[in-house]
Antibody, heavy 115, light 110 residues
Framework: EVQLVESGGGLVQPGGSLRLSCAASGFTFSGYWMHWVRQVPGKGLVWVSRIKTDGSITGYADSVKGRFTVSRDNAKNTLYLQMNSLRAEDTAVYYC????????WGQGTLVTVSS | QSALTQPASVSGSPGQSITISCTGTSSDVGTYNLVSWYQQHPGKAPKLIIYEVTQRPSGVSNTFSGSKSGNTASLTISGLQAEDEADYYCCSYAGNRIFVFGGGTKLTVL
């Protein structure tokens, strides 16, 4: 069974940093590109980032470019999102999803940026 | 990277058909046949229901269908059921390693 489990969310002050993790199981993690998508509670989905199987290619939404970094450790079957210079507008539930059309999603981890 | 445009809400009665539009530009929906649709029930993670404009994943009801014309993609749900009440999102590849979602449509089954 495919499982994606996000962790690392929490309360952080504006300007602070946080690293999210997404633990994958039930499939060959190294064989899939992976995405991060976020959703402000009660609002719509917003695409954040994508990373190639070996980490050699990444893409970012303009709103996070230069502040967020996606990476992966295929030996640990884990996807990461390093978030720096956090702003109030980054407050959201962050989901990881498997490429192949975002066919599998985790349950999300809530990030709250507030003083 | 502007969000794709979806109607905020649509509604229909059980057994009826509804269509949700997703309008982008010639840089995303109009160029790439990489439009997908997701269903999200309250408090749940999104679920893929259509990919590559018209393809339905295994296990998804054939009451869901997708299409595209120009810069606009559409999701049609036929034979509406109460459990179809949810939020629906379209998503398209936009080139340059970027993806974009629509703003979402709330479907109410009357």
């Amino acid at each position: 069974e495919v499982q994606l489990v996000e962790s690392g969310g929490g309360l952080v002050q504006p300007g602070g940093s946080l690293r999210l993790s997404c633990a994958a199981s039930g499939f060959t993690f190294s064989g899939y590109w992976m995405h991060w998508v976020r959703q402000v509670p009660g609002k719509g989905l917003v695409w954040v980032s994508r990373i190639k199987t070996d980490g050699s290619i990444t893409g970012y939404a303009d709103s996070v470019k230069g502040r967020f970094t996606v990476s992966r450790d295929n030996a640990k079957n884990t996807l990461y999102l390093q978030m720096n210079s956090l702003r109030a507008e980054d407050t959201a539930v962050y989901y990881c999803a498997r490429d192949d059309h975002l066919s599998y999603w985790g349950q999300g981890t809530l990030v709250t940026v507030s003083s | 990277q502007s969000a794709l445009t979806q109607p905020a809400s649509v509604s229909g009665s059980p057994g009826q058909s509804i269509t949700i539009s997703c309008t982008g530009t010639s840089s995303d929906v109009g160029t790439y046949n990489l439009v997908s649709w997701y269903q999200q029930h309250p408090g749940k993670a999104p679920k893929l229901i259509i990919y590559e404009v018209t393809q339905r994943p295994s296990g998804v009801s054939n009451t869901f269908s997708g299409s595209k014309s120009g810069n606009t993609a559409s999701l049609t749900i036929s034979g509406l059921q109460a459990e179809d009440e949810a939020d629906y999102y379209c998503c398209s590849y936009a080139g340059n390693r970027i993806f974009v979602f629509g703003g979402g449509t709330k479907l109410t089954v009357l």
